[in-house]
């Protein structure tokens, strides 16, 4: 009994799994209406509305729990929610079998990045710095929401707060699951939740056979693919490195689009690296071993599958859960990690200005040519930091040797100096 025990334990630690819920919830709450809004641009019929759910969650699920399995990190997936955005407007008109072919050209881009490798050697040539800066700047909004929806629902964002200091000080493993709890049961006794529009049914797959026009492949496709590589995999790959996981990039990239283009026909119009929900799974607290956390990007998966399987009814559930709840929530679960990347952006004293630079643009949320914050931060930390090393002279060697070590004296160097130390 205790051997089952330990294994139940190791399989579904608590915060692993709390991690991947509120990864998930909040993955799910603040771009599921833009999914829905982009298939009735396409002329989705309910029925089809439930298949393209079910197909994201699907593939959101293979690919959560056999990354995270395949290189024991917690690789978090997301459907394109710039994407979904983008289609909301750029479907209007397009038929159904046009927009499929859309979906399937642009995931076939995204197969051929991983394939050839040219996604990854360009993210191996992002400093660390940038890339925790940029992290820190998406996930800006997040930390600070957490204290705006104070301003409007205080009785639900105040208690997740002290709740999570509470157990951040007795049982700090355990925080943003107490955190979650007081939230729903303060929503609860506010009357936050609107239950009469909850609704249980199941989603079945409608398959709808591709046409490849290529005026929607050029104005649907290549935006779609464009945006998701930029907006998603970029700050995606980003969070992972800005924790310490060092996978493989290409691969990622390779079997997100092969999964995509497989399920596209189903409504799986873009599946992409996670960023600031997988940030919810990499922190410490998902687990407090790092080598461990994987197990959250896991349960993400699982509860990936849910929301496919009751599409219809997470809509329902998503009309009747209280947003304060949400954001306040994905704030106290995100304080951490926005610590940590904030801390390893201002590490080194020569890369200070380009990440300062990088985290301002990247919470900025400007978007250009239909491209997020996360691609434009990054171009202008690069940008500051080229600038900035242009023309500067490397250390000269004195002219004159150090004078010998008088007897006596120890060889070890001596400590440096409060301002020779790099903050």
């Known amino acids: 009994m205790s051997s089952f025990t330990t294994r139940v334990r190791a399989g579904a630690p608590p915060s692993a799994v709390a991690a991947g819920l509120i990864a998930v919830t909040v993955g799910v709450t603040s771009s599921a209406a833009l999914v829905f809004t982009a298939a009735r641009a396409a002329g989705a019929g309910p029925q089809e509305i439930g298949s393209w759910m079910l197909a994201l969650g699907v593939g959101l699920a293979v690919t959560c729990v056999g990354l995270s399995l395949r290189y024991r990190a917690p690789v978090v997936t997301a459907w394109s929610t710039p994407g979904a955005a983008l289609l909301s407007t ?37 400093p660390v710095p940038l890339a925790a800066a940029l992290l820190a700047g998406v996930l800006l909004r997040f930390g600070t929401g957490l204290f705006s929806t104070m301003h409007g629902h205080f009785a639900i964002a105040f208690p997740v707060f002290a709740l999570y200091l509470l157990a951040r000080r007795f049982a700090p493993r355990y925080a943003v699951l107490v955190a979650l709890g007081g939230g729903v049961l303060a929503s609860v006794v506010t009357g936050g939740w609107h239950t009469d529009t909850l609704r249980v049914s199941l989603a079945t797959p409608v398959l709808v056979t591709p046409a490849f026009d290529w005026k929607v492949l050029i104005s649907v496709g290549v935006p779609l693919f464009v945006v998701t590589m930029a ?91 209280p947003q304060a709840l949400v954001l306040a929530t994905a704030g106290v679960g995100l304080l951490a990690t926005i610590e940590n990347s904030l801390a390893t952006a201002l590490s080194d004293k020569e890369s200070r200005e380009a990440a300062i630079v990088t985290f301002l643009a990247t919470a900025s949320g400007i978007t250009l040519l239909g491209i997020g ?18 023309g500067r002279r490397s250390p000269r060697t004195p002219a004159h040797p150090s004078p010998p070590a008088q007897d006596g004296a120890s060889d070890t160097p001596a400590p440096r100096r409060c301002e020779d130390v790099e903050a």
């Open 373 to 390: 914050s996360a691609f434009w931060g990054l171009l202008a930390g690069a940008l500051t930091a080229v600038i900035a090393r242009t």
């Open 231 to 321: 907006s998603q995999n970029l700050p995606g790959v980003a969070v992972l490195r800005g924790s310490g996981y060092d996978v493989p990039v290409s691969p990622l990239m390779s079997w997100t689009g092969a999964v995509n283009v497989l399920l596209a026909p189903f409504g799986a119009f873009g599946l992409n690296l996670a960023a600031i929900t997988a940030a919810i799974c990499t922190g410490p607290e998902a687990h407090p071993d790092r080598a461990k956390r994987y197990v959250a990007g896991v349960w993400a998966g699982v509860f990936y599958l849910c929301v496919g399987v009751f599409g219809a009814t997470v809509a329902s559930l998503l009309t009747a859960m």
């Open 90 to 126: 750029g479907l209007a008109g397009v038929p159904m079998r046009q927009a499929v072919g859309a979906f399937v050209f642009s995931a076939l881009l995204v197969l051929v990045t991983g394939v050839t490798g040219w996604f990854a050697r360009a993210m191996d040539r992002v």
